[in-house]
């Protein structure tokens, strides 16, 4: 069956780093766009950042995170990941794996908490 798992969260000073990893299985990894989606407590979920499918893969960002978060992709190990720099408070929330491709099922994984705070 399909699987998303998360890993990478924790708490993190302000100004900090942290990487996290999806590891995917139970589909075809390499033909899906790859996004990070993140929810703070009372707010509505939101997209971090896309790497698209397609060989090289495309990215984009949300403006809040440009210049300090970068999402790659290893289609050998089934797994993408999201390098999160100069981390702030507002970037506290549960970060959520998602894959997406034209015409198939969304698959979600579980979630990873990630904590801002001095």
């Known amino acids: 069956q399909v699987q998303l798992v998360e890993s990478g969260g924790g708490l993190v000073e302000p100004g900090g780093s942290l990487r996290l990893s999806c590891a995917a299985s139970g589909f075809t990894f390499k033909t899906y766009a790859m996004s990070w989606y993140r929810q703070a407590p009372g707010k509505e979920r939101e997209l971090v950042a896309t790497?698209?499918?397609?060989?090289?893969?495309?990215?984009n960002y949300a403006d809040s995170v440009k210049d300090r978060f970068t999402i790659s992709r290893d289609n050998a190990k089934n797994t993408v990941y999201l390098q999160m720099n100069s981390l702030k408070p507002e970037d506290t929330a549960v970060y959520y794996c998602?894959?997406?491709?034209?015409?198939?099922?969304?698959?979600w994984g579980q979630g990873t908490q990630v904590t801002v705070s001095s």
């Open positions: 790497i698209t499918a397609a060989a090289g893969g495309n990215t």
């Open positions: 998602n894959a997406a491709r034209v015409g198939s099922s969304r698959y």
